[in-house]
C-alpha cells in the first residue's frame, strides 16, 4: 500500500515535536508510556482489567496469546489502550506506540460486532489507516536522526534495540524503509 504523498515526512517532523514536547532530544528513546502518559491515555495489562477472571486472563494471555496484541477503547471521552502482557517488552512498546499512532492521527475506533462463531471482532477495519499507524508508531520510536547516529556509530542491532526498546524486526523493517544503512554505506565508501 502507497502511503499519501508526504505523510512520511509528516511521521518525521511529528516525531521530532513530540520529543520537544517531551524534552527530549531528536535521538532520545521515546517510550510509549510516557507518551501515553502526556497524551491523557491510560495504558493496562489484560490484568487491569476489572472484571476479567483468571479463566479469561489464561485463555486471553495462554491459549490465544497469538490472537490479539492490543486494542483502545474510548471510555468518558478518554482513551484506554489495552496490551496483551504476554509479549516480550519491545513488543509492547512497539504494540502501545501503534494504538497511540491511531489517536495521534485521530483515527476512529472500530466498531466490535460477533461473528457467526460468537467472537468478537472488529468490524470497518481500515487497512490505509493500519499501514498510518505502523508507519507513525515506526517512526516515533526509531526517527530517522536516530537511526543514522546510531548506525554512524557502528552500534550493532542488539544495543539499538536494547536502548530503544525495539524488536530486532521493528529495527530491520525501519532501516529498510529508510534506507539508512544504504545511505551510511555510500558515505563510507565516498571515504575511503
Known amino acids: 500500500?502507497?502511503?499519501?504523498?508526504?505523510?512520511?515526512?509528516?511521521?518525521?517532523?511529528?516525531?521530532?515535536?513530540?520529543?520537544?514536547?517531551?524534552?527530549?532530544?531528536?535521538?532520545?528513546?521515546l517510550n510509549s508510556t510516557d507518551l501515553a502518559s502526556?497524551?491523557?491515555?491510560?495504558?493496562?495489562?489484560?490484568?487491569?482489567?476489572?472484571?476479567?477472571?483468571?479463566?479469561?486472563?489464561?485463555?486471553?494471555?495462554?491459549?490465544?496469546?497469538?490472537?490479539?496484541?492490543?486494542?483502545?477503547?474510548?471510555?468518558?471521552g478518554r482513551h484506554l489502550i489495552v496490551y496483551n502482557s504476554s509479549q516480550s517488552a519491545p513488543r509492547?512498546?512497539?504494540?502501545?506506540m501503534h494504538e497511540l499512532a491511531h489517536i495521534l492521527l485521530g483515527h476512529q475506533l472500530h466498531d466490535v460486532m460477533k461473528n457467526n462463531a460468537g467472537e468478537m471482532v472488529p468490524s470497518g477495519f481500515s487497512k490505509e489507516q493500519e499501514?498510518?499507524?505502523?508507519?507513525?508508531?515506526?517512526?516515533?520510536?526509531?526517527?530517522?536522526?536516530a537511526l543514522l547516529n546510531v548506525r554512524s556509530k557502528n552500534w550493532n542491532d542488539r544495543e539499538i534495540s536494547d536502548r530503544y526498546l525495539v524488536s530486532s524486526d521493528m529495527l530491520h523493517w525501519r532501516l529498510r524503509m529508510t534506507g539508512v544503512d544504504r545511505q551510511i554505506g555510500h558515505r563510507r565508501a565516498k571515504a575511503s
Open 38 to 76: 502526556s497524551l491523557g491515555v491510560n495504558v493496562w495489562s489484560e490484568r487491569m482489567v476489572k472484571g476479567v477472571s483468571e479463566d479469561d486472563i489464561h485463555q486471553l494471555t495462554v491459549v490465544d496469546a497469538d490472537s490479539w496484541a492490543a486494542f483502545t477503547l474510548l471510555s468518558a
Open 131 to 145: 499501514e498510518e499507524a505502523n508507519w507513525l508508531g515506526g517512526t516515533l520510536l526509531l526517527p530517522r536522526p
Open 1 to 29: 500500500m502507497i502511503l499519501r504523498r508526504g505523510f512520511k515526512s509528516q511521521c518525521e517532523r511529528r516525531s521530532a515535536e513530540i520529543r520537544r514536547d517531551l524534552r527530549l532530544g531528536p535521538k532520545d528513546p
Open 92 to 96: 509492547i512498546n512497539s504494540v502501545v
